[in-house]
């Protein structure tokens, strides 16, 4: 059981922190709601101009297939362009709630208090815009939707397609999927009578080995 000492003090200070490993370069961006910029383990997670919500993470004894919500200002244009730069779709997302000591610095004594919360992958994103007339501005919202691992688990697609394609990327000697795009649109009546009269095309006779063929049957 993990075991936060940071609650039991008469004032509890903490901040939410959000990595994301996005794309297939894997690269790594890094927000928090703190004042001011914070580095835990050699990561430095930027201060509260590009993090404005995280959702509220679901809390129960066993597994669940929890999603939730994070909000990024667009105030820096190149939080937009992360998503609208990046293949985000699909990319790691991690959550950890960190608590300060009295110098708004992650306490380290007697253990680091700082607790991974959430861990899933990106389901959709979103950008919404809106414009100040008084100001002449334009902020824009980017909202990332996440979905637990598992979520992903439960709309995994199981089992291998039968076109030949797929099928032989797998099995690439196997032949027996061969027919399948031909046969795929024919009409099959199982189980019900033919159409049509059928017969073999050759008649087989079977004779009694063991009877009297018809000769002559007494004596005198």
């Known amino acids: 059981m993990t075991t936060i000492n940071a609650v039991t003090g ?4 903490h901040a939410e922190f959000v990595k994301l490993t996005v794309g297939i370069a894997e690269t790594v961006y890094t927000f928090c709601n703190a004042a001011a910029p914070i580095t835990v ?8 101009g590009a993090l404005l919500n995280v959702g509220d993470v679901q ?3 066993k597994a669940t297939s929890d999603d939730m919500t994070i909000s990024l200002t667009g105030i820096d244009p190149t939080n937009v362009g992360i998503i609208l730069g990046n293949d985000i779709k699909g990319s790691l997302v991690e959550v950890w709630r960190g608590f300060f000591d009295s110098n708004n610095q992650i306490i380290t004594t007697p253990t680091t208090q700082f607790f ?3 861990q899933g992958i990106i389901s959709s994103v979103s950008i919404t815009e809106d414009f ?4 002449r501005t334009r902020i824009a919202t980017c909202s990332i939707a996440c979905s637990s691992m598992r979520r992903i688990l439960e709309n995994r697609l199981s ?3 039968t076109n030949t394609n797929n099928w032989q990327f797998i099995y690439p000697n196997d032949t027996s999927m061969n027919r399948v ?5 024919q ?17 087989t006779v079977t004779m009694d080995s063991g009877g009297d063929s018809g000769g002559d049957g007494g004596g005198g």
């Not at 100040?132 to 100001?135: A, G, L, Q, T, Y």
């Not at 795009?181 to 649109?185: A, C, Y």
């Open 10 to 13: 008469s004032q509890i200070n």
């Open 41 to 48: 383990g050699g990561i430095t997670f930027a201060n509260l």
């Open 59 to 61: 809390r129960d004894i």
């Open 116 to 118: 991974k919360r959430y």
């Open 132 to 135: 100040n007339s008084e100001m």
């Open 159 to 161: 089992g291998v397609k």
């Open 181 to 185: 795009t031909e046969i795929s649109n």
């Open 187 to 203: 009409y099959f009546d199982f189980g019900s009578p033919p159409l049509t009269q059928t017969q073999a095309s050759e008649t």
